[in-house]
């Protein structure tokens, strides 16, 4: 009885010690700093830093990494490259349930003129639709993913610099890892939708995505938007960059878009129709529905009708309700 009771103390104590535990694992958000420059220098290093990162931390460390990046000396390739290996690497590290806020963080913290090759390799590298054969998704769970995942991106970027060049970068990346660049798609109609402002999505729809997703993309309407600086060479960049390796993510990014219940944490059909006033909520729909009413005499009734001359009124009569069986 004594063992039993010490065995239940002691694993009191360490229950009740483990917050403390916890907090003494975690790396100082200052100490990570002070490893930038090394990381710069060697970008798989910032995978382990990361972990040991908590999650609220790890967002903040890396738009302070991405920025010692843009500070560095170099042309455009070599920090292209950089950004692509360092990102690549950071997201590796996320926290469970942290994906998609680093996801949204690359994209508001990357200079404009790097996320064309961020762009295409995490489509490619990381968020393949088709990239894990273990996983599949229907046309409508990809499109869930993707509208909630260019949410939590949207509301990272929203009061940056080119905040809206920055969502067109990634509503190309999300398209392009569908693997359908149809720029006439549900999934581009439903993510074009839900950029805020409605010359944005004029321009995105008609120019800056037709472009971006070119069999040769061209993302100069956007960068010349953004003022950003030369799009560097993409071939040359992958060669600086070094071998990139398939690493699917998608899965992992969906699972951080759910609640502690499973749930969606931004539904994309609420997201889709929150960004659209009353008034432009009514030019989504091709006809307007008339009143209806019981009254055969009004002309909003289904059953009013005019003779030749459009003088005379012929009503219908209402059909008689089928008796409760």
Known sequence: MKLKMLAMAAAAAVLSAWPAFAQEKALPLAEAKAQIGSIVADPVSITSVMRQLAPDDQASFLADVN??????PGSNEEKAAKFLNVNKAALKGAA???LANLVAEVFATVPPEALTLISERFAADLFNRNADPTQSYSDEKYLEISTNLFARIQSRTEGTDDATVRNAFAIAMIVRASGDTSVDSPLVDALVAMLPDGAARDEARNEWLPAALAESPDYEPM??????GQQPNPTLALQLSGPQLLDA????VSSSLLDSNGHETTPFSDQIFESFSDSSLGQLSSTEQPPRTSDSSKPWNPSYHRDDDDTTIIPEPEPEPEPYP
């Open 67 to 72: 920025a010692a990046i843009s500070k560095m």
């Open 96 to 98: 469970k349930g942290n």
């Open 223 to 228: 960068l010349a938007q953004a003022d950003a």
């Open 249 to 252: 993510m998608l899965q992992d």
